[in-house]
């Protein structure tokens, strides 16, 4: 917010005294955030007719737009997002919300956001290992969407690195298609939505477990190369999947291991409390090959045994 968020409020003629800021990371995705927030604007005579514009990474987008949707029961967000997460994936679809101790998003709404501009040169002063957590998610629309994404992303990997705008342009222009293609079909999640949590139910597990020192998408990354072993364990995709899924991520740059302190047991535990879990049972969307996501017919959640869960995660060290 102080990098962006003040100097476009001076630009659009807004007083310094409408800007809310936060401490970076997401140990700000809180309940006591959201009411601090809120309690300043109503303090500050914030009224049903304001709008939030959530300037930052996916962490303000989430906080912001759950204080736009909850704030006098609900006022219009635009969403600025600055991270390249945020820009293909985070800012689109409208799911806000914070973490609790239980475990990541459990409280929040779907909150829409009535606008979202991204551009592209705030890029550059990216740390490069958050820009590259944003590669993951990329990454991630490309293997559920299909092999000419995958191609296109691989292919741009060098060019992306260097940051090349005519690159990030064809990127984010891509990535936001996609998001916006599976969020239409599926705003609240009860089916098609659930392919863009591939990586994920490994991944946020990890990211609790690291009390959210690592990175979400470092975490996406580790959880995506794991669940394909699952996938492949289980028959449900071919082996070669799993190399596929390794040499992309080398690719990009990503992380791929489980790191060596984090026991398995802890992990597997961890994704008890993640909200995909029904009925406390765990689901998993998994691939069954590039482009196609398991499980069609059944909503697109596959449940894996714990001990299928274990080694795979014990073979990813
Ligand atoms: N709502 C959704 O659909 C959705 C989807 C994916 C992820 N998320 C959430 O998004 C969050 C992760 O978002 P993120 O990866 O953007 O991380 P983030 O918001 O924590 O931002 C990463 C870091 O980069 C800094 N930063 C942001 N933009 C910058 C810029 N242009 N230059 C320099 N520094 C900048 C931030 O201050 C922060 O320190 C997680 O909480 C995750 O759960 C939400
Ligand atoms: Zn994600």
Same mark, same amino acid.
């Given at each position: 917010?102080?990098?962006?968020?003040?100097?476009?409020?001076?630009?659009?003629?807004?007083?310094?005294?409408?800007?809310?800021?936060?401490?970076?990371?997401?140990?700000?995705?809180?309940? %006591?955030?959201?009411?601090?927030?809120?309690?300043?604007?109503?303090?500050?005579?914030?009224?049903?007719?304001?709008?939030?514009?959530?300037?930052?990474?996916?962490?303000?987008?989430?906080?912001?737009?759950?204080?736009?949707?909850?704030?006098?029961?609900?006022?219009?967000?635009?969403?600025?997002?600055?991270?390249?997460?945020?820009?293909?994936?985070? %800012?689109?679809?409208?799911?806000?919300?914070?973490?609790?101790?239980?475990?990541?998003?459990?409280?929040?709404?779907?909150?829409?956001?009535?606008?979202?501009?991204?551009?592209?040169?705030?890029?550059?002063?990216?740390?490069?290992?958050?820009?590259?957590?944003?590669?993951?998610?990329?990454?991630?629309?490309?293997?559920?969407?299909?092999?000419?994404?995958?191609?296109?992303?691989?292919?741009?990997?060098?060019?992306?690195?260097?940051?090349?705008?005519?690159?990030?342009?064809?990127?984010?222009?891509?990535?936001?298609?996609?998001?916006?293609?599976?969020?239409?079909?599926?705003?609240?999640?009860?089916?098609?939505?659930?392919?863009?949590?591939?990586?994920?139910?490994?991944?946020?597990?990890?990211? +609790?477990?690291?009390?959210?020192?690592?990175?979400?998408?470092?975490?996406?990354?580790?959880?995506?190369?794991?669940?394909?072993?699952?996938?492949?364990?289980?028959?449900?995709?071919?082996? +070669?999947?799993?190399?596929?899924?390794?040499?992309?991520?080398?690719?990009?740059?990503?992380?791929?291991?489980?790191?060596?302190?984090?026991?398995?047991?802890?992990?597997?535990?961890?994704?008890?409390?993640?909200?995909?879990?029904?009925?406390?049972?765990?689901?998993?969307?998994?691939?069954?090959?590039?482009?196609?996501?398991?499980?069609?017919? %059944?909503?697109?959640?596959?449940?894996?045994?714990?001990?299928?869960?274990?080694?795979?995660?014990?073979? %990813?060290?």
């Amino acid at each position: 917010m102080p990098l962006y968020g003040i100097p476009l409020a001076r630009r659009l003629g807004v007083p310094e005294t409408d800007c809310l800021t936060i401490v970076a990371g997401e140990s700000s995705k809180t309940r %006591s955030e959201w009411a601090r927030l809120t309690d300043l604007m109503l303090e500050r005579g914030f009224g049903r007719d304001s709008v939030v514009v959530a300037v930052g990474g996916g962490v303000v987008g989430d906080l912001a737009g759950f204080v736009a949707a909850t704030y006098m029961r609900g006022v219009p967000v635009i969403q600025v997002p600055t991270t390249l997460l945020a820009m293909i994936d985070a %800012s689109i679809g409208g799911k806000t919300g914070v973490d609790t101790d239980a475990g990541k998003n459990l409280v929040g709404a779907f909150h829409e956001p009535v606008l979202v501009l991204a551009d592209l040169p705030v890029l550059r002063t990216l740390p490069p290992a958050e820009f590259r957590a944003g590669l993951a998610e990329a990454l991630k629309h490309g293997l559920i969407t299909s092999t000419g994404e995958l191609d296109w992303l691989l292919a741009n990997a060098a060019a992306l690195a260097r940051l090349e705008l005519p690159a990030l342009r064809e990127l984010v222009r891509r990535h936001v298609a996609i998001k916006v293609r599976v969020v239409k079909r599926d705003m609240h999640e009860a089916g098609v939505r659930k392919t863009l949590n591939f990586g994920h139910t490994i991944g946020h597990a990890i990211e +609790s477990v690291s009390n959210y020192a690592m990175l979400h998408g470092e975490c996406v990354a580790i959880g995506m190369l794991a669940e394909a072993r699952i996938a492949s364990a289980m028959r449900i995709a071919a082996p +070669s999947l799993v190399d596929r899924v390794r040499a992309a991520l080398d690719a990009l740059g990503l992380p791929s291991s489980v790191p060596r302190q984090m026991a398995s047991d802890t992990i597997l535990a961890a994704t008890r409390t993640d909200k995909k879990a029904r009925a406390g049972a765990v689901e998993y969307a998994l691939l069954a090959d590039v482009g196609q996501i398991a499980a069609a017919d %059944s909503g697109y959640g596959t449940s894996v045994p714990d001990s299928v869960v274990v080694d795979a995660l014990n073979a %990813s060290r």
